[in-house]
């Protein structure tokens, strides 16, 4: 009877997902087959304000889908904003730009490269409102920018200044078992990425880069919202030691234009664009538009083009994701984008902590052969660091975002051993026969000898000495002055230009509008995207058969299962990195 129940349970869910998996499939071929869009009269550009923001998102329909939680999450890519701003400026059928909440998930660069779009937007005359029950601090960097953005009377508003906060791992690590090996690279004593894996507080040296950064980022906050809201920098300053939260302050004090309910600015809208009632405004969101205009000028056709390359997230070798930097997918992309003879110039657009030393030795091989044969851009997003700024530091010209985070330039070592998890946790036992004195070196149940610990840190100092000189030739700078600027430190992209880290300020536009100005092809020219985005259907089969897996793991092995994913997690961040903090949080 059991192993009848069994069976009729594994057909009926077999079942369920055979007929899950068609409806996704015949979803798919009817977006495919979909006619074009036409843009209706009366359209209001939608920006979704609580929306998770990378700099390209994947072309999936199915992203937002999690077949195990049933929760919808959706990214929302950087490019389809600003190229939908960009087109939206001169397009009559749009009326005006509608903010559409106010809890944007997303870095500070990025939220300024949006920042400066809406700012250009806005010069065309056109309104922007917007809406919402809760504005956050990134909200309001937004929200400035409006010319109507109205908050619920019975909202909250959060204005309370930036913290940056490190998650500590070491006693935790002691109560299960693991145990670091940490190996940094002599003087790297801002390298601070493996600080959690050896102390539970924060060292002196890396409080000090970090207040400083803060300081850096904060004063480009204030200045840019002053400006918005009529306030100087030092009354915002203010507000936010007194913890703003109340909304009738703040539109008291200007930073908001008013208290309304969403009903009231739906009657601003019909107003604004002279339709009867909301129904009559037909809204239209960024990636719907911009995947449909041409607003690259006929990429396909166009003789002369600018590449930009994404490279997005941990740099790690193999292939990689739209959210992880493969070394073999973004060397094969930068690779592509040089042999094209109708690509003119190529933009690495850099949105990373780091990762692999040697992921980013692989990825940066290909821009110095890129840079020999065409203009080369680097445009730093939220993030450009250690390993994303030594994948960046070949370029003809760096642009960056004064609230990017960039530097970071140094190495380390990590390493686990689970002795006493394994042993004394969950009762596994390896033994090992060898034939050389370091044959197992590796083996995740002992410690490093000393003469191993030796060697080690050898590499990981070559590793610097290489980081180092790839910095040098590519910025053109002394060995010894990359050394006092490096040791690990981190720094604001608007001290990076005062150090010659990078060379201007700049978003994502900016860096294209450069490469065509060096390649000699401003008058004509289109954008090409790489790398090539990864098939919907794939995409989601891949995910859901990861999600299976896990559940398996789960399943077979109970509450051991939390052992083993402990062990994987330590393992995926072993080897010699150059890499920023692993949980840095600034917000």
């Keep these: 009877?059991?192993?009848?129940?069994?069976?009729?349970?594994?057909?009926?869910?077999?079942?369920?997902?055979?007929?899950?998996?068609?409806?996704?499939?015949?979803?798919?071929?009817?977006?495919?087959?979909?006619?074009?869009?036409?843009?209706?009269?009366?359209?209001?550009?939608?920006?979704?304000?609580?929306?998770?923001?990378?700099?390209?998102?994947?072309?999936?329909?199915?992203?937002?889908?999690?077949?195990?939680?049933?929760?919808?999450?959706?990214?929302?890519?950087?490019?389809?904003?600003?190229?939908?701003?960009?087109?939206?400026?001169?397009?009559?059928?749009?009326?005006?730009?509608?903010?559409?909440?106010?809890?944007?998930?997303?870095?500070?660069?990025?939220?300024?490269d949006i920042r400066e779009a809406l700012l250009d937007f806005k010069a065309s005359g056109k309104f922007i409102y917007g809406y919402s029950e809760i504005l956050t601090q990134k909200g309001l960097y937004l929200a400035s920018v409006a010319d109507s953005f109205m908050l619920n009377p019975e909202g909250i508003i959060e204005f309370s200044g930036l913290s940056a906060s490190v998650t500590y791992y070491r006693e935790a690590l002691d109560n299960i078992g693991l145990k670091p090996v940490v190996l940094r690279a002599t003087g790297n004593k801002f390298k601070s990425a493996v600080e959690p894996f050896l102390s539970d507080t924060m060292s002196a040296a890396n409080r000090m880069q970090l207040t400083e950064l803060l300081s850096s980022i904060w004063g480009q906050y204030l200045d840019e919202v002053s400006a918005s809201a009529n306030l100087s920098p030092a009354q915002l300053n203010s507000l936010a030691d007194e913890l703003l939260t109340d909304p009738k302050v703040a539109q008291e004090q200007g930073l908001i234009k008013g208290l309304?309910?969403?009903?009231?600015?739906?009657?601003?809208?019909?107003?604004?664009?002279?339709?009867?009632?909301?129904?009559?405004?037909?809204?239209?969101?960024?990636?719907?538009?911009?995947?449909?205009?041409?607003?690259?000028?006929?990429?396909?056709?166009?003789?002369?083009?600018?590449?930009?390359?994404y490279a997005q997230g941990e740099i790690q070798g193999g292939?990689?994701?739209?959210?992880?930097?493969?070394?073999?997918?973004?060397?094969?992309?930068?690779?592509?984008?040089?042999?094209?003879?109708?690509?003119?110039?190529?933009?690495?657009?850099?949105?990373?902590?780091?990762?692999?030393?040697?992921?980013?030795?692989?990825?940066?091989?290909?821009?110095?052969?890129?840079?020999?044969?065409?203009?080369?851009?680097?445009?730093m997003g939220d993030v450009a660091a250690s390993g994303g700024y030594y994948i960046a530091c070949y370029a003809d010209t760096i642009l960056a975002q004064e609230n990017t985070v960039t530097g970071s330039i140094g190495a380390f070592g990590l390493f686990f051993t689970a002795e006493e998890l394994m042993h004394d946790k969950i009762g596994i036992n390896i033994?090992?026969?060898?034939?050389?004195?370091?044959?197992?070196?590796?083996?995740?149940?002992?410690?490093?000898?000393?003469?191993?610990?030796?060697?080690?840190?050898?590499?990981?100092?070559?590793?610097?000495?290489?980081?180092?000189?790839r910095v040098a030739a590519g910025r053109g700078m002394d060995i010894a002055l990359v050394d006092s600027l490096g040791q690990g430190r981190v720094y604001s992209g608007k001290k990076a230009l005062e150090l010659g880290l990078v060379d201007m300020m700049g978003g994502l536009d900016e860096a294209v509008a450069i490469a065509a100005e060096k390649a000699g092809i401003s008058e004509s020219y289109s954008v090409v995207n790489y790398p090539e985005l990864e098939d919907p259907l794939q995409a989601f089969l891949k995910e859901l058969n990861e999600g299976f897996?896990?559940?398996?793991?789960?399943?077979?092995?109970?509450?051991?299962?939390?052992?083993?994913?402990?062990?994987?997690?330590?393992?995926?961040?072993?080897?010699?990195?150059?890499?920023?903090e692993f949980d840095l949080q600034i917000d």
Excluded: C
């Excluded at 209001?44 to 889908?65: C, H, K, T, W």
């Excluded at 080690?456 to 100092?461: E, F, G, T």
């Excluded at 051991?560 to 072993?574: D, G, K, M, V």
């Design 549 to 580: 897996s896990t559940s398996t793991l789960e399943r077979e092995l109970g509450h051991y299962a939390y052992y083993l994913e402990l062990i994987q997690n330590a393992q995926s961040r072993q080897g010699f990195q150059t890499r920023l």
């Design 319 to 379: 292939e990689g994701s739209e959210y992880v930097i493969g070394s073999e997918r973004i060397a094969r992309a930068i690779r592509e984008a040089r042999k094209n003879s109708k690509v003119k110039a190529i933009v690495l657009r850099v949105n990373s902590p780091g990762g692999s030393a040697l992921a980013s030795e692989v990825i940066w091989r290909e821009m110095d052969l890129a840079r020999q044969e065409k203009p080369v851009i680097a445009s």
């Design 1 to 112: 009877m059991k192993t009848f129940l069994k069976m009729l349970l594994a057909s009926i869910l077999g079942g369920g997902i055979l007929i899950f998996l068609i409806f996704i499939l015949f979803a798919s071929l009817a977006s495919i087959s979909s006619p074009e869009l036409e843009v209706q009269d009366n359209t209001v550009l939608r920006i979704d304000m609580n929306g998770r923001y990378v700099d390209r998102a994947q072309n999936n329909p199915f992203e937002s889908i999690d077949p195990f939680s049933g929760e919808m999450e959706s990214a929302i890519g950087l490019n389809h904003v600003l190229g939908a701003l960009k087109a939206a400026k001169d397009d009559p059928k749009i009326k005006g730009v509608y903010l559409d909440g106010g809890i944007p998930l997303g870095g500070s660069a990025t939220l300024k």
């Design 431 to 469: 033994e090992t026969v060898k034939t050389n004195k370091h044959s197992d070196l590796g083996t995740i149940d002992r410690d490093l000898s000393p003469s191993e610990r030796a060697i080690l840190i050898r590499q990981v100092d070559n590793i610097y000495g290489t980081f180092k000189q």
């Design 260 to 309: 309304a309910y969403k009903d009231q600015i739906h009657e601003m809208l019909i107003k604004a664009v002279e339709v009867d009632n909301i129904s009559a405004v037909n809204f239209i969101n960024p990636a719907k538009y911009a995947s449909k205009l041409d607003i690259n000028g006929s990429s396909e056709y166009n003789e002369s083009r600018v590449a930009v390359i």
